[in-house]
C-alpha cells in the first residue's frame, strides 16, 4: 500500500495531538492539522492529502461542512469523522455527505489504523480476496457440513461467473459487508433440506418453519465461519455477515447481480445436491465504523 497522507481536523490541539500520535504509529504520514473551516480550506488546498480525520464540533461551522469543503477541493478525498458524539441522525447526515468512516472518541489506535486501511485498501487487497474467497468457503462448507452430519460431500461443477441460476426450491442468502460487499447463497430442494434438517436434529422437523430456520442457521454459520477466516488471512477485509434471507417456492430464480468477484460450486450430500455461491464487489459507498 502507498504512503498515506493524513490531515486531522479537531477543535482541540490535545486531541490533534493524541490523533497525529496514533496515526504515525500506524505508519501513515500527518501532513497537517486544522482547527477551523479557513485552516480546512488552507491546508487541504495546500496538502491534498488522502485521508481526512473530522471532528464535528468545529468553531463557528462543523464537521458537514468542513467535510462539503474539502471534497468541493477534491472530491477523492476520503473522510473519517472521528468525535465523541454519535447518534443515528449525525451518522445518517455523515453519510449523506460522502463521509466514508465513524470512530467514537475515546479512539482505540488499532480501530482507526484498520478504518483508514480499509479506506485506502488499493487493488492488490482486491485481488487477494479474488485469490483466497472460493477455496475459503469451501472449507468452511465441508468443515460445517461434517461437524453437523458426520459426512463429507464432494464438490464439483465449480464455475467463476456471474449467471442466472434456477433454485431447486429453497435458497438461504445472506448478505456480506465489510471493505468489499458481496452475498452467499445456499440453494437446495426441499427433499435435500429435510433430510439434512433431520440428520442435524436427529428427528424429523416439527413443521417446515423449523427445516427453513435450521437451514438458515446452517447456512450462517458456514458463511461467518469464512469470512472469519478471510479476516484472520487479512484483517483489512473486515467481513461481517447479515442475517440470512430465506426463500422458497416453485419457479425461483437466482437472479444475477453486479458483482466483479462470482464463484460457486455443487456439493454432492449424502442428503442431496446443494448449490453454493459466493460474490463480491467493490463499491462507492464503503462505510468503516467501530460501532
Same mark, same amino acid.
Given at each position: 500500500m502507498k504512503d498515506i497522507r493524513v490531515v486531522v481536523v479537531d477543535d482541540s490541539p490535545f486531541s490533534i495531538a493524541v490523533l497525529t500520535d @496514533?496515526?504515525?504509529?500506524?505508519? #501513515?504520514?500527518?501532513?497537517?492539522?486544522?482547527?477551523?473551516?479557513?485552516?480546512?480550506?488552507e491546508v487541504i488546498g495546500r496538502e491534498r492529502p488522502d485521508v481526512v480525520t473530522m471532528d464535528m464540533t468545529i468553531p463557528g461551522t462543523d464537521g458537514l461542512e468542513c467535510t462539503r469543503a474539502v471534497h468541493a477541493i477534491d472530491k477523492d478525498i476520503k473522510v473519517i469523522v472521528v468525535s465523541s458524539m454519535?447518534?443515528?441522525e449525525i451518522v445518517r447526515k455523515a453519510k449523506q455527505n460522502k463521509v466514508c468512516g465513524y470512530i467514537q472518541k475515546p479512539v482505540d489506535p488499532e480501530d482507526l489504523s484498520l478504518t483508514i486501511s480499509?479506506? @485506502?485498501?488499493?487493488?492488490?487487497? #482486491?485481488?487477494?480476496?479474488?485469490?483466497?474467497?472460493?477455496?475459503t468457503v469451501k472449507e468452511s462448507f465441508l468443515d460445517t457440513f461434517n461437524k453437523f452430519t458426520k459426512t463429507l460431500p464432494e464438490l464439483k461443477e465449480e464455475n467463476h461467473g456471474n449467471n442466472e441460476?434456477?433454485?431447486m426450491g429453497i435458497s438461504v442468502a445472506m448478505g456480506i459487508i465489510g471493505k468489499y460487499t458481496g452475498r452467499m447463497i445456499f440453494d437446495m430442494s426441499n427433499e435435500?433440506?429435510?433430510?439434512?434438517?433431520?440428520a442435524v436434529l436427529k428427528r424429523p422437523s416439527k413443521n417446515f418453519d423449523e427445516m427453513l430456520a435450521m437451514m438458515g442457521e446452517?447456512?450462517?454459520?458456514?458463511a461467518g465461519n469464512a469470512c472469519s477466516t478471510l479476516n484472520r488471512k487479512n484483517k483489512i477485509f473486515g467481513l461481517r455477515v447479515a442475517p440470512p434471507t430465506i426463500f422458497h417456492g416453485e419457479s425461483l430464480n437466482i437472479s444475477k447481480i453486479d458483482l466483479e468477484i462470482a464463484s460457486s460450486v455443487t456439493a454432492v450430500t449424502a442428503f442431496g445436491d446443494m448449490y453454493i455461491s459466493i460474490g463480491f464487489r467493490r463499491g462507492d459507498d464503503e462505510w468503516m465504523s467501530n460501532i
Open positions: @496514533m496515526i504515525t504509529q500506524s505508519g #501513515f504520514s500527518v501532513v497537517g492539522s486544522a482547527g477551523s473551516l479557513e485552516e480546512v480550506i454519535m447518534d443515528d480499509r479506506i @485506502m485498501a488499493d487493488e492488490e487487497v #482486491f485481488d487477494e480476496l479474488r485469490r483466497e474467497h472460493f477455496s441460476q434456477p433454485s435435500t433440506a429435510e433430510k439434512l434438517s433431520m446452517f447456512s450462517n454459520i458456514a
